[in-house]
């Protein structure tokens, strides 16, 4: 296996539009997490699976956002009419149950709203 | 609520000497700490951690600090190298929960040949 991977990497939409991402976690990590970051922050927690059940959502991510994660391995993530302020780095990440906690981050997906 | 702060933005340093990065955080929960690196088009690469009930981990040329009393971390790479360039963001978590990490703003390393 080699890591976390997201597709696609860059996405332009026109506000307004639906836009879908997927993360593939590394196949063996049962807990899955989406954050997006901005220029000049931080990435921002925005959700979190374990197995195929979402257990926690930011406040962050508003009834425009959904993410499913169907058979407890791939996740994607839908934002629907978007708006320019959702252009962002949206990272997915993976790990295993452990109490280091230790996350392993795919390359993420930029989206340009314009 | 900034609860992870990291308040310089950049720091240069010459090559071979120490680099020092700081990390404040506000919530007590929090219990375990994590520094990751970040190289432009590339997500956060894991780093080095610790827990709370620790002071000090080491990893190579990498330390990290903890000193809970004063809410702050810090990561020590010695000797600095050119490749260390890079964007070092610190993150904690409160291990109870989900394990999601808040982050801080990050701070921009460059290490000068």
């Known amino acids: 296996d080699t890591g976390v991977s997201q597709d696609p990497r860059h996405k332009i939409t026109k506000r307004g539009q639906n836009v879908t991402f997927r993360c593939d976690p590394i196949?063996?990590?049962?807990?899955l997490y989406w954050y997006r970051q901005t220029l000049g922050q931080g990435p921002e927690f925005l959700t979190y699976?374990?197995?195929?059940?979402?257990?926690?959502k930011s406040r962050l991510l508003s009834d425009r956002f959904s993410a499913e994660r169907p058979k407890g391995s791939f996740s994607t993530l839908e934002i629907q009419r978007t708006e320019q302020g959702d252009s962002a780095m949206y990272l997915c990440?993976?790990?295993?149950?452990?109490?280091?906690?230790?996350?392993?981050f795919g390359p993420g997906t930029r989206l340009t709203v314009l | 609520d900034q609860q992870v702060k990291q308040n310089s933005p950049s720091l240069s340093v010459q090559e071979g000497r120490i680099s020092i990065l700081n990390c404040d955080y506000t919530?007590?929960?929090?219990?375990?700490f994590l520094w990751y690196k970040k190289y432009p088009a590339e997500g956060p690469t894991f780093l080095i951690s610790?827990?709370?009930?620790?002071d000090k981990n080491e990893d190579g040329r990498f330390t990290v600090f903890l000193n809970k009393s004063a809410k702050h971390l810090s990561l020590h790479i010695v000797p600095s190298q050119p490749g260390d360039s890079a964007v070092y963001f610190c993150?904690?978590?409160?291990?109870?929960?989900?394990?999601?990490?808040?982050f801080g703003q990050g701070t921009t390393l460059q290490v000068k040949p």
């Open positions: 699976f374990q197995n195929e059940a979402q257990l926690e």
């Open positions: 990440a993976s790990s295993l149950p452990d109490p280091r906690n230790e996350q392993f």
């Open positions: 993150a904690a978590s409160a291990t109870g929960n989900t394990g999601k990490l808040i």
């Open positions: 919530n007590s929960m929090f219990d375990y």
């Open positions: 610790i827990s709370s009930i620790k």
């Open positions: 196949s063996e990590h049962n807990r």
